[in-house]
């Protein structure tokens, strides 16, 4: 099966971008430790962070047909972004909501996704091991469903 990591903007900053709150790890870093997970679960991956909401949108509708689901830490577009949770509906891909931080626990104005509605479920909280709590809940999805 394959699973797409889609991140938003950023998030090519992780290890750098106020560690206090987002970690040391790197995007990249992230990406490697996925990789590894995802093999015995018999899952592939493809990855792609943009920065622009549109290049979010397009990437999405390029994975059309081409992935069975999808992990997504859309960033600041969580909170804002209805393009994006349409996009995501409408190619019928299904999607869990990522976060490194407690959105809960942080400003008001984060603790809203327009995303969460439309997800099969959220992770937040965890940092890094965030990613791949969603890939082993997302292998779980979809060969319950798939």
């Known amino acids: 099966m394959k699973i797409a990591v889609l991140n938003g903007p950023n998030l090519n900053l992780l290890g750098t971008r106020e560690p206090a709150i987002y970690g040391r790890q790197t995007l990249k870093d992230i990406e490697r430790a996925l ?7 018999g899952a592939t991956l493809e990855f792609a962070q943009h920065n622009g909401e549109g290049e979010l949108i397009d ?3 390029a994975w059309k047909g081409v992935v069975q689901g999808a992990l997504v830490n859309a960033g600041a577009y969580s909170h804002s972004s209805l393009a994006l949770r349409d996009a995501l ?6 999607f869990i909501e ?13 603790r809203r996704s ?4 439309a997800a099969v479920g959220v992770v937040c909280g965890f940092g890094a091991l965030g990613y791949e709590l969603a890939l082993r809940a997302m292998v779980a999805h979809l060969g319950k469903n798939g």
């Open 98 to 110: 990522v976060h490194l931080t407690n959105v809960y626990a942080r400003e008001p104005e984060r």
């Open 114 to 117: 327009m995303l969460a509605s």
């Open 35 to 41: 990789r590894a997970a995802a093999k015995p679960l």
């Open 89 to 94: 509906t409408g190619t019928s891909i299904p």
């Open 59 to 61: 990437q999405v509708h």
